[in-house]
């Protein structure tokens, strides 16, 4: 099997030296390799390699005696994601595209040959870690997103995703929904780690996937008066960093209380001097939760919260959300065919509900689509501790190649 030789010729794209973690970022350098690798890979396989609009990239195995392209309708599509977040793990997104490609090789192997196109798709921007918004390719690809407002999203730097598009070469102007690619697609199966042990617990390789969770992200900007640190009395301060400790503080509580999670990962004040009382902190909101109404409690509670703090030190805050993602619950008859036709292969999977977002749960809005998980031993994710056995990626692409033979082959 191929596995080894993909997973080992993409690895060092990206890496971080010190943290050991991947920085891959959309419309970069270190994108554009992982590109360039996507392309190799497909040109290696004589797949037949597109850049959609948005900037996703798709290769094709055409079926023999076919017009070349996906018009033929019910194509099947399998991928996921190259990029990262910061100081990611190697497995979140990349396990799906390498699994992927060494599918087709096992395939080919088995000497089967598609009836229908059978396509890997490599989405732009899964984690929204360069433009803020998650799954942002899958999200223009499927009409989920204006086009106008994700042209004007903008990095850390101020430089919009236009801007970034056309500098690597990408026409900005063409964004947006592509509906006649859409209706070519019959199914979208994305295989990926798992983002928590349950299947460590169940002693399992691969799970097939249920629902995710519904979840979003929410920008709180809180201003207040840059002073002195050693002369400005507690009395007359108006301190941002006060109102956000509150609010972490609140997402913590609020979580717990409601069964749901809430994370503040991302935090920067301004200007950043030790000595000085910030004029601005920014902060972003990571919540999930089992439904709508117990995420919109917990957002509602945490927002409130700060609202009430900042208000007590003087200190104004704009606050609303970045990517919203509705609860997912995966096309149930497509899900009975994986299950199907991994048990008519002996392969064990359980059903895994999860909190992680995906490009599938994105396009399950538009296609049928479908997950498959991989043990991760620890669960840890969104870490240079990530991790899967090579046995069980193995046993990965054991599993994504039987559902696309039966998917794609008959
Ligand atoms: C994607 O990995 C997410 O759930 O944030
Ligand atoms: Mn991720
Ligand atoms: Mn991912």
């Known amino acids: 099997m191929s596995f080894a030789a993909l997973w080992e010729s993409l690895l060092p794209i990206g890496r971080d030296g010190p943290s050991g973690g991947y920085r891959r970022f959309s419309w970069t350098p270190e994108d554009a390799a992982c590109r360039a690798w996507f392309t190799r890979s497909a040109a290696e396989r004589d797949l037949r390699v597109l850049t959609d609009n948005n900037g996703n990239l798709w290769a094709w195995w055409d079926p023999p005696g076919r017009a070349p392209g996906p018009a033929g309708t019910g194509a099947v599509v399998t991928g996921s994601h190259l990029d990262s977040v910061p100081d990611g793990g190697a497995f979140d ?25 059978l396509g890997i798709a490599a989405f732009t921007e899964e984690e929204g870690a360069r433009f803020g918004v998650a799954c942002l390719g899958s999200r223009l690809l499927a009409g989920a997103i204006d086009p106008a407002a994700a042209r004007a999203l903008a990095d850390a730097a101020g430089v919009t995703l236009a801007e970034a598009m056309a500098a690597a070469g990408h026409d900005p102007d063409r964004i947006g929904p592509d509906d006649d690619l859409l209706a070519a697609v019959g199914a979208y199966v994305e295989l990926h780690v798992e983002q928590g042990r349950a299947l460590a617990d169940l002693g399992a390789a691969v799970a097939i996937g249920e629902q995710i969770w519904p979840h979003g992200r929410w920008r709180l900007d809180f201003t207040g008066r840059p002073d002195h640190a050693g002369t ?150 969104h870490s240079p501790a990530e991790h899967a056995e090579p046995a069980d990626c193995a046993a990965g692409v054991r599993a994504l190649a039987t559902v696309l033979e039966d998917l794609a082959c008959r």
């Not at 997104?93 to 196109?117: M, Q, Y």
């Open 93 to 117: 997104g990349p396990l799906g595209v390498v699994s992927a490609f060494a599918a087709v090789d096992l395939l080919r192997e088995r000497g089967c040959l598609p009836v229908r196109p």
């Open 232 to 381: 400005a009395t507690l009395a007359d301060r108006r301190d941002p960093m006060l109102p956000f400790a509150a609010a972490v503080l609140a997402a913590r509580q609020a979580a717990a209380s409601h069964g749901a999670l809430a994370t503040v990962g991302k935090v920067t004040a301004e200007p950043g001097a030790v000595n000085a009382v910030s004029a601005r902190v920014s902060a972003w909101l990571d919540a999930r939760g089992p439904d709508e109404q117990t995420l919109q409690a917990v957002v509602g509670q945490v927002l409130a919260a700060a609202r009430e703090a900042a208000a007590g030190h003087g200190v104004e805050l704009a606050a609303g959300p970045e990517s919203v993602t509705p609860a997912v619950v995966f096309d149930p008859g497509l899900r009975e065919r994986l299950a199907s036709s991994l048990a008519g292969q002996g392969i064990e999977a359980p059903v895994l509900p999860t909190g992680a977002g995906h490009d599938a749960g994105v396009l399950a809005a538009r296609v049928p689509a479908a997950m498959l998980f991989v043990r991760n031993p620890t669960g840890v994710s």
